[in-house]
């Protein structure tokens, strides 16, 4: 979908996933600390992308228990020689078990649940730290 002129703005969605008072985390092949999420493909919903790629990304199994917020960001695309905007839509999701299977071919490198206080000192950017804060809160 295309917004302004040279910007392709893309719609994701992703999950917050907590087991207890552990939260769901990856890292990247950047090496930053992320939540899971991928871009929503035409005629798919955000709820079933967010749970297909907190499966896919990490081999989770969980259900959405409420909105979590919206997020965004802009990069510029090396491949397609333009500047992005991610916006997503993130979900405050619930597991029953903390087994998790990172998906190394997605570029993951590690990951797992890890105690609140600890997973915010991890995670790369403030607004996601914002994001598990607010979700846990409003898990409570």
């Not at 997973?119 to 898990?139: C, F, G, N, P």
Request: hydrophobic share 40%; aromatic share 8%; glycine share 10%.
């Amino acid at each position: 979908m295309k917004g302004v002129v040279g910007l392709l703005i893309r719609n994701c969605a992703g999950g917050v996933v907590f087991c207890g008072d552990t939260v769901l985390l990856l890292k990247n092949e950047k090496s930053e600390w992320v939540l899971p999420k991928g871009v929503i493909r035409p005629g798919a919903f955000a709820q079933d992308t967010a749970i297909a790629r907190v499966g896919h990304e990490a081999g989770v199994q969980a259900e959405i228990i409420d909105t979590a917020g919206q997020t965004s960001y802009e990069f510029f695309s090396v491949s397609r020689q333009l500047p992005v905007c991610n916006r997503i839509t993130w979900y405050l999701m619930k597991s029953e078990t903390t087994d998790s299977t990172i998906n190394h071919e997605e570029g993951f490198s590690e990951g797992g649940f890890y105690p609140l206080d600890e997973a915010l000192e991890m995670i790369t950017y403030s607004q996601d730290r914002s994001l598990v804060s607010l979700a846990h809160r409003k898990l409570q």
